[in-house]
């Protein structure tokens, strides 16, 4: 076993033993300590084997990351890859998705990863640096929007920083916005995730040409949607099914299900219509 791996997994067992699980002033007091020591001797990043199918290296700085991610939609995700592809990550956050797709299409594939929070964008830069991957992702640090505009973006949330939803919430920064059809507008696409804490919407209608162009447009669109967040901006589901209804894409949930409407927080896959790209028909990986 890697021995830095070993020490990370003795450093676990010791913090989590029967003795020390709530022996949290004491953990407080050491851990800007074991921080430096990995940082020290894991200079070329931590290994984390990502729902046991995919090595990536990650930052130091997050050690305390899980190899356990959103098995269920990773499993999909991976699945419906392949060499080659050319892949845009809207919402990357930390880039373990990004890393990880990067890996499987390969030399001659690419990643586009768009992030906007400032500390999480600096984390996926490293993560890239340290994969090697710069040659095959672009990290953009902006919003993707339906059109070339100013927004103001709540930062320092982590996973959780967003498109302005109220004038009433702190932390926000001005931030000009990109299109999926600036960025893809001589070019195709084949897959496109989304996860933007309720901007779904105006992301795919930033892509309106490159989605309505059969030759260029993904043959799947993975969505984390988030119907909570939908009213501040003037979207529901009727609205957002039926632009990708528009666009020529059926929309299903992860088990295979159509979906006719939306009320919770979850994973849609859209895809255009062919019979092997149906998420029924992807196999777990």
């Known amino acids: 076993m890697n021995p830095i791996r070993s020490f990370e997994r003795l450093a676990f067992s010791v913090r989590h033993s029967d003795a020390l699980r709530r022996a949290d002033g004491l953990w407080n007091g050491v851990r800007p300590y074991y921080m430096k020591i990995l940082a020290r001797v894991a200079s070329d990043g931590l290994v ?26 990773w499993s999909h995700i991976m699945a419906a890859l392949h060499p080659g592809d050319v892949v845009a990550d809207v919402g990357a956050c930390l880039g373990l998705y990004t890393l990880a797709i ?12 768009f992030e906007p929070d400032l500390e999480s964008v600096g984390w996926l830069r490293r993560n890239v640096h340290l994969n090697h991957l710069e040659d095959n992702v672009m990290v953009v640090s902006t919003v993707v929007a339906e059109e070339n505009k100013t927004v103001g973006f709540v930062d320092g949330r982590g996973s959780e920083s967003h498109v302005l939803h109220s004038s009433s919430e702190d932390g926000v920064r001005s931030i000009d916005t990109i299109t999926l059809d600036e960025v893809f507008a001589n070019s195709r696409l084949d897959i496109l995730k989304i996860d933007v804490e309720g901007y779904e919407e105006a992301v ?13 447009a993904p043959r799947a669109i993975f969505i984390e949607v988030h119907p909570f967040a939908w009213s501040a901006f003037g979207f529901s589901s009727k609205t957002l099914l039926s632009l990708l209804t528009g666009f020529g894409y059926a929309t299903y949930d992860l088990q295979g299900n159509p979906v006719a409407d939306i009320k919770d927080y979850g994973e849609i896959v859209a895809y255009q219509s062919v019979e092997d790209d149906r998420p029924g028909n992807w196999a777990t990986s």
Request: hydrophobic share 30%; charged share 25%; aromatic share 8%.
């Open 48 to 73: 984390r084997h990502i729902n046991g199918t995919d090595r990536i290296l990650i930052d130091p700085g997050l050690y305390s990351m899980s190899e356990t991610y959103e098995p269920e939609v």
């Open 102 to 113: 990067a890996k499987r299409v390969g030399p001659q594939g690419y990643v586009y990863a």
């Open 204 to 216: 795919l209608r930033g892509g309106r040409h490159l989605l309505s162009d059969a030759t260029r």
